[in-house]
């Protein structure tokens, strides 16, 4: 069965969180295919997302934010943020709803970083 990623910067009343969730109405509703959402941050939205599809919301490892001064914080945070999403699979289609958010694909496994 085909696996859909929807890749969003979060979940929140912006615009492009909310075409996102026009978007998963539109398409868990017309396909059997299996969906989820990784966004790099939460939102008020989550409840309505969650209402359609499993939502994960990668954020940061760590419970307070710590400046990212340093190449090896940098590595420890991605290696968290990646073991949290080792179970997506590796053939999925993904969906990058933004540009801001292309950043959570150097997360997914067989992925490649973007460039910086």
Known sequence: MTEVVFLGHAV?????PVYLLYLLRCFVGSTDARTQVL?????DLL???EALTRVRVVGEPWPARVPR?????????????????R?????ALVHVNTAWSVRGLRYLPSMPSPPT
């Open 39 to 43: 966004a790099l941050e939460g939102g």
């Open 87 to 91: 179970d997506v699979p590796a053939g």
């Open 47 to 49: 409840p309505e997302h």
């Open 12 to 16: 929140d009343r912006r615009g492009p």
């Open 69 to 85: 001064a340093g190449r090896p914080l940098t590595a420890a945070s991605d290696a968290v943020r990646r073991s949290r999403l």
